[in-house]
């Protein structure tokens, strides 16, 4: 019963203080010795806002009110928020101040003064500005060459911030893109580190990154024969890009080839060398070394010659015979 008497109380107390000092009914709004140039403050998310109000020695009750609410009555504090405080210097001015602002703190302020002829108020608009934040953005992600991919970047901030997405690639050229990055039937070159950029001039613009990987099948870029005197170690070699990492088969007419006594063969990521310890007679010949990964394979013929026979020892020639391609399928299955 006494709580509601107090309660009761308070709000006949706050109606008759707007209703005779503050806001009275039918009054024109006028200006107080105020911050004349703007009507409006802007003030970044965490900052702490001054809004300025001047008074006179002829004043007799000056208040703060947001919106309908009142903060300050003359020095009482009637808001409850720990953050807002008055700035007074002398008895001339009487500033609200709000430390780390937010966004809820944004809208009307209203300095209100009675003086003996009459009451006079002002209003100033707090706007609160929030840097841009990327709050959700594509994990990275590996695809098949030839297919669609949608890269998302989602960013709040007031104002709403911009996105722009970059390949960060030798030139990082901006992309069409905002939200949404979209890439139609993605190619090799199109794979990298994707930067998605959130900017609106409050702060620092917020920056995110996606790691495209595009699969794509083995082609060989370059095959080495070699001119080789018997007794000497011939060296073939065969280079393929691919990804994944391919592996690589070499190949003598219909066998396969693998190390012993007489043959070494190392693989280094996409590079593969053949080397016969001691060439022979019989060793002269087609080679054919095979890159093959789960999206498909591709050979290329290299010859292990004799000095003086002038074989074409400059590109490749890539075939793909049946027995060869199913030699091939044949290992993938059987691992051979």
């Known amino acids: 019963m006494q709580v509601g008497r107090k309660s009761c109380w308070r709000q006949l107390q706050v109606s008759f203080f707007r209703l005779l000092c503050l806001i009275p009914t039918g009054f024109p709004v ?7 140039a703007t009507d409006n403050i802007t003030i970044r998310q965490g900052d702490t806002a ?3 109000c001047y008074v006179d020695d002829r004043v007799s009750k000056v208040a703060w009110l947001n919106r309908s609410n009142i903060i300050f009555a003359s020095q009482d ?10 700035v007074t210097k002398g008895q ?3 500033s609200l101040r709000i430390q780390k602002v937010d966004v809820y703190d944004e809208g009307s302020y209203t300095c209100s003064i009675q003086t003996k002829q009459q009451p006079k108020t002002s209003q100033v608009y707090l706007i609160v500005q929030v840097p841009a934040n990327i709050y959700k953005v594509s994990e990275d ?7 669609n991919v949608t890269l998302s970047c989602l960013a709040s901030g007031r104002p709403d911030p911009a996105i722009t997405w970059r390949l960060l690639n030798p030139s990082a050229e901006p992309l069409d893109g905002e939200e949404y990055l979209d890439i139609s039937g993605i190619m090799r070159n199109q794979a990298g580190r994707y930067e998605c950029k959130a900017s609106n001039d409050v702060a620092t613009p917020d920056v995110k990154y996606v790691n495209v990987v595009v699969n794509y ?4 870029k370059k095959s080495q024969s070699s ?3 018997v007794g000497r170690m011939g060296m073939l070699q065969c280079d393929a890009t691919a990804v994944p990492t391919p592996e690589f088969e070499w190949y003598r007419d219909d066998k396969r080839l693998s190390n012993s006594q007489a043959i070494n063969i190392q693989t280094l990521g996409t590079n593969t060398i053949l080397m016969i310890t001691n060439v022979t007679e019989e060793d002269y010949g087609n080679y054919t070394c095979v890159a093959s990964n789960r999206l498909g394979f591709q050979n290329a013929s290299l010859y292990l010659y004799r000095p003086g026979m002038g074989q074409d020892n400059g590109s490749a020639s890539v075939s793909q015979s049946l ?6 399928i044949t290992c993938l299955f059987f691992k051979c």
């Not at 504090?77 to 008055?86: A, G, I, M, N, Q």
């Not at 992600?141 to 297919?147: A, H, L, W």
């Open 141 to 147: 992600i590996t695809v098949n060459e030839g297919s």
């Open 323 to 328: 027995w060869l391609m199913l030699a091939c």
């Open 50 to 52: 001054v809004i300025r």
């Open 217 to 220: 099948p083995p082609a060989i």
């Open 77 to 86: 504090k009637w808001s409850l928020d720990p953050r807002v405080d008055l």
């Open 30 to 36: 006028r200006s107080v010795d105020m911050q004349r």
């Open 227 to 229: 001119e080789t005197q």
């Open 92 to 94: 001339l001015e009487y």
